[in-house]
Nanobody, 122 residues
Framework: QVQLVESGGGLVQAGGSLTLSCTAS????????MGWFRQAPGKEREFVAS????????YYADSVKGRFTISRNNAKNTVYLQMNSLKSEDTAVYYC???????????????WGQGTQVTVSS
């Protein structure tokens, strides 16, 4: 079993920045890919970004390319999402996810965090 705990969400003005963190515990040796998803009110959960274990493969949703950066520190079992130039449409609950394989748009990860709220005011 893997436990994921997110932190770093909050309220920010449009154009501002936030960094989300997600720390994994438990059977971390089984983790290969980690990623971020988000769910806005009244919408389905959507893929945001993912990163492979080595960091050599990274994917972003088109809506966040050039503004968000995903990274990881394996020594700390932590993945980060640096979010810049935030827009009101980025407002959502952001979920960290882990999967014994690379996460892509169509992946349903095995493990999920509890979510952290990001609110961007215009």
């Amino acid at each position: 079993q893997v436990q994921l705990v997110e932190s770093g969400g909050g309220l920010v003005q449009a154009g501002g920045s936030l960094t989300l963190s997600c720390t994994a515990s438990g059977r971390t040796f089984t983790i290969y890919g980690m990623g971020w998803f988000r769910q806005a009110p009244g919408k389905e959960r959507e893929f945001v970004a993912s990163i492979s274990w080595s960091g050599g493969r990274i994917y972003y949703a088109d809506s966040v390319k050039g503004r968000f950066t995903i990274s990881r520190n394996n020594a700390k079992n932590t993945v980060y999402l640096q979010m810049n130039s935030l827009k009101s449409e980025d407002t959502a609950v952001y979920y960290c996810a882990a999967h014994p394989g690379i996460i892509v748009v169509v992946t349903t990860p095995d493990y999920w965090g509890q979510g952290t709220q990001v609110t961007v005011s215009s």
